[in-house]
């Protein structure tokens, strides 16, 4: 079948889904099927485009075997909310005009609405072609936690954009159980959801040494490293993290890292520096190649979200830490999607959120026990290897979309239940 791919971060962007979609549209083309992706130039994490892909012309290139359709961007500070949108916009209009250009069966679209709303009104509604709709986040709910959205009618908007895009796919993936309650919310049934957890790249995120060239070159090869890498942004509660720096100042073994950019990374800087925090690093997102080394060079990896988000999804680099053997330090709600997720792979320690205390106390009892950190890396490294593979994704939504084809002929709210196993 041909699949085409609607999304908004695809390698070589650095966008958090990027390796996601890639690895996806990959092992789908590895099962034999025509896979076409659309989406924009690179721009993420600033929100600048690189001078090799400015200019307001649609590229497409082959890249192993997946056609793929990039859109221009204008090149913004992506820190204000304002030029956000802007790209937001720019990439759904130039998306639903590139895709008039392509024939496919059937879409993956990935969500938020804010960002495909009018290309699945255009390629999938408008065309009559059946669609999966992917929940990364819950809208409007997240915009809501993160005081993004304060007004009515921008709530009452986003959630109706969030509910056409639903209710004109055949099936709603969502890749936490903690998604239900609020896609239910949105008038989506159980039997049209699936859920397929998020996968990682087990060929590249590997256990490696820590005395590599990243910590060699970073000066961290002699330091208990307690290590944060992904987005710099607003749900990560990691103006909590500095505060725990703050409490383990006199302790010099220990170095936290912070790996990345994103709209909090000013706000974080300013923070370290008015408290001398000289036991905090940073450093600027680095290339996908040298995520071996950046896990590799930690201790221990933080999942770090604000009271009240952590249950809306799971992080995509909690399963590049799994592969990578690093043990997890988890500081989001209790019971949701990644606490449990550390508890069931035994992986990891689980504090409560927004508690700089609680998060001292369990990075000084991993650095005494190194049998428990061996320990713990062990067993999220075994997790990751059965449930977590690109392989086990490409099939179960293989599966959705033969689905889907199945039932193109109906409307989208009365085919049979979605069928998938997930991942877990």
């Given at each position: ?243 725990t720096a703050d409490l383990l100042r006199e302790r010099k073994d220990i170095r936290f890292v912070l790996v990345g950019e994103g709209a909090g990374l000013d706000s974080l800087r300013k923070y370290a520096d008015e408290h001398d925090l000289e036991n905090v690093q940073f450093i600027p997102f680095q290339p996908r190649s040298r995520l071996p080394e950046i896990h590799a060079a930690a201790d221990v990896s933080l999942v770090t979200l604000q009271k009240g988000v952590g249950t809306a999804s799971i992080p995509s680099k909690t399963f590049s830490i799994l592969a990578s053997g690093c043990p997890v330090l988890a500081s989001v709600d209790e019971e949701s999607d990644p606490w449990n ?84």
């Open positions: 079948m041909h699949i085409l791919i609607l999304a908004l971060h695809y390698s070589p962007d650095l966008g958090p889904s990027a390796p996601l979609f890639t690895m996806l549209g990959c092992g789908l083309a590895k099962r034999g099927h025509r896979v076409s992706v659309i989406t924009t130039v690179p721009h993420y994490p600033s929100g600048s485009v690189p001078s090799s892909f400015r200019g307001a012309r649609i590229r497409r290139t082959i890249e192993d075997g997946i056609e793929v359709i990039r859109v221009p961007l204008p090149s913004l500070d992506r820190s204000k909310l304002r030029n956000r949108l802007l790209q937001f916009a720019c990439y759904q209009m130039m998306a639903a005009l590139a895709g008039f250009g392509v024939e496919y069966e059937v879409v993956l679209v990935g969500g938020p609405s804010l960002v495909n709303w009018f290309p699945l009104a255009c390629l999938v509604a408008l065309r009559g072609k059946p669609a999966i709709y992917s929940v990364h986040d819950l809208y409007p709910d997240v915009g809501v936690k993160l005081g993004i959205f304060r007004h009515r009618f921008v709530i009452r908007t986003v959630a109706g954009m969030e509910r056409f895009c639903m209710k004109r796919s055949k099936t709603v993936r969502i890749s936490s159980e903690s998604f239900r309650p609020g896609v239910r919310a949105l008038g989506v049934s159980d039997c049209k959801m699936a859920l397929v957890y998020d996968w990682v790249d087990m060929d590249l995120i590997r256990p490696m040494p820590k005395d590599n060239a990243f910590a060699r070159e970073h000066g961290l090869a002699d330091k208990f490293v307690v290590l944060y890498a992904g987005n710099l942004g607003l749900s990560q509660g990691l103006r909590h993290v500095l505060a997720l550390v508890k069931s792979s035994r992986a990891g320690i689980c504090v409560p959120p927004e508690s700089p205390k609680d998060l001292a106390d369990s990075i000084l009892e991993l650095r005494r026990d190194a049998e428990l950190r061996n320990r713990l890396g062990a067993q999220g490294l075994c997790w990751a290897k059965r449930h977590h593979s690109p392989e086990s994704a490409a099939e179960q939504f293989e599966r959705l979309f033969v689905a889907a084809l199945a039932h193109k002929g109906k409307p989208p709210d009365n085919q049979e239940p979605a069928q998938s196993k997930g991942s877990l």
